[in-house]
């Protein structure tokens, strides 16, 4: 396990909306490279850029057409060369993303795999025997190929299933999880994360994970045997590159699959959504970190300690601000309580992933669809750097801006935050510094909950301290002995050891 993920807090960039180095209204490498210095001084010392290869962009670049080129509105390998060197050189690892499960139906192999004639591609993708054979319980497609055959589709119709094999083979042609085709396809996709890796990359996010292997078993450990492999590799080779999966199951992932981490996701009613995005609770949003969310942890608890304790000895749970598939924080929480969230994140286990823009509050906007982004699209609008045109995004006419920006009066602005010292931007970085500064607070740090029930503060232990949340529009009495000699040391709205303030949070030393 390598050692550094003890101490780090991530940074996702969504790299076409981050900043626009030669006005062509799209974020790019040069971009994100003259920008690093803003990730260190926001205190992040990784990032992970969502795919920046070359892609038809009917998936916002999830359909990738060649893995191993960068695409050229965003620059050249050698780009994103200089963008590893550069961050290593100021202490930041960078993971790129990795789409193991599909590829664009235009990129090299699918062209070939859909020809007529047998070829070294022809077992790469997931293919029926004849044209007129779907595939059970999953989307295929017919009638558009020379070959005779329905293929699988992954997510999107342009994004055609790799094979890596069928666990429970019902049909024929159904190949074998170590069929010579399936191994074929785990080899190219070693080959893919070799590349990046020997040019600089520190690991990779991966996407879908767990869609590898067909009909695999209910602990998908066919699935997971793939990723075993591919970790052992890692640790052969590569002993300080890291994968952090796109699953959120941590026994599956992090316990089967060798997963370094594993995302916490944003799944209707899963313990993470009960916090700062509950969609489905009758009655409204009750998520525990709004003030009128009748604060109840439990939700949250009964659903993470289970997955935390079965895996922290293996790995990490990745909990994030949002992410480019969910709403922002900011379409249901205000500043004060997404700055109760931003305390949490921080003094929590596992490992923090901050969502470009949501360190000033950027909103979720109501914008029209853009590659495939459909209601993802909202989040993932243009960093808004100053208040100067476009918000310093980009120099280019407002038409070419690759999506419309905040036009609200009141928009975040990330240059008039910096001189706000209570703005959520500074409460970030003096919360990030805070957790750098204490090895208590790290990733596998132990953690405890003190209390953790309906309608009363939320006390937890990390080592010597202990924190405590209270998101309620009601002050409360605190008498925990675990305070007794402690002093307050890090404090948003008002705390002492007897008492905590509505809409308070305070860690205790
Ligand atoms: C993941 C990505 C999402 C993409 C999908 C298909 O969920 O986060 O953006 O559309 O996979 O690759
Ligand atoms: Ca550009």
């Not at 965003?74 to 060197?85: C, I, Q, R, V, W």
């Not at 070939?112 to 790469?124: A, L, Q, T």
């Not at 994968?243 to 997963?259: D, M, T």
Request: charged share 25%.
């Amino acid at each position: 396990m390598p050692e550094w993920l003890k101490d780090a807090v991530f940074y996702e960039i969504y790299p076409q909306s981050y900043y626009d180095s030669n006005n062509d209204g799209i974020g790019d490498l040069q971009g994100i490279i003259s920008k690093l210095d803003e990730v260190r001084k926001l205190g992040c010392n990784a990032l992970w850029i969502n795919p920046c290869f070359d892609s038809p962009f009917l998936d916002g670049g999830y359909d990738v057409s060649d893995y191993k080129k960068v695409a050229p509105r965003y620059g050249t390998n050698d780009d994103l060369k200089e963008l590893f060197e550069k961050a290593h050189a100021m202490g930041i690892r960078v993971f790129l993303d990795l789409v193991p499960g599909h590829t664009s139906d235009r990129h090299p192999w699918f062209l070939e795999s859909k020809k007529d004639e047998e070829n070294e591609y022809s077992g790469r993708y997931v293919w029926t025997g004849h044209a007129f054979e779907g595939i059970k319980d999953h989307p295929y497609i017919s009638g558009m190929t020379p070959r005779g055959g329905a293929y699988m589709l992954n997510f999107f119709a342009s994004q055609p299933a790799l094979n890596y094999g069928w666990l429970k083979r019902t049909e024929k042609w159904m190949s074998a999880v170590d069929s010579k085709e399936a191994l074929a396809t785990r080899e190219a996709l070693k080959d893919i994360i070799r590349f990046w890796l020997d040019m600089g990359c520190d690991g990779y996010r991966v996407d879908m994970a767990d869609s590898l292997v067909k009909n695999d078993d209910e602990n998908k450990s066919a699935t997971a045997a793939i990723w075993r492999d591919i970790r052992n590799m890692l640790d052969h080779d590569y002993p300080e590159a890291a994968l952090v999966s796109e699953w959120s199951n941590p026994v599956q992932a992090i316990n089967g699959g060798g997963f370094h981490m594993d995302f916490y996701l944003d799944h209707h009613g899963n313990g993470y959504n009960t916090l700062l995005r509950d969609y489905e609770t009758e009655g409204g949003d009750n998520s525990y970190f709004r003030k009128d969310g009748e604060g109840d942890i439990t939700r949250f608890l009964n659903d993470y300690l289970p997955k935390y304790n079965a895996t922290k000895e293996n790995g990490y749970i990745a909990m994030f601000t949002c992410n480019h598939d969910t709403p922002r924080p900011a379409r249901t929480l205000s500043d004060r309580e997404m700055k109760l969230f931003a305390g949490f994140l921080m003094t929590m286990p596992g490992v923090p992933f901050v969502y470009y823009g949501d360190e000033i509050g950027m909103r979720y906007l109501d914008v029209r669809t853009k590659e495939g982004g459909y209601h993802r699209t909202g989040s993932r609008t243009p960093m808004q750097w100053d208040t100067s045109a476009n918000y310093g995004f980009s120099k280019a006419e407002p038409e070419q801006i690759y999506l419309p920006q905040d036009s609200a009066e009141d928009a975040p602005v990330l240059s008039t935050q910096k001189a706000d010292p209570d703005s959520l931007y500074n409460t970030y970085k003096a919360l990030i510094a805070f957790r750098h500064s204490h090895r208590d607070l790290q990733a596998d740090g132990d953690f405890q909950v003190i209390l953790g029930e309906k309608g009363r503060p939320f006390v937890y232990q990390r080592g010597e301290m202990v924190i405590v949340i209270n998101p309620s529009q009601s002050g409360a009495a605190l008498s925990l002995e675990e305070l007794a000699g402690k002093k307050a040391v890090f404090v948003i709205g008002s705390a002492d050891t007897a008492h905590i303030g509505a809409q308070s949070f305070a860690v205790f030393l």
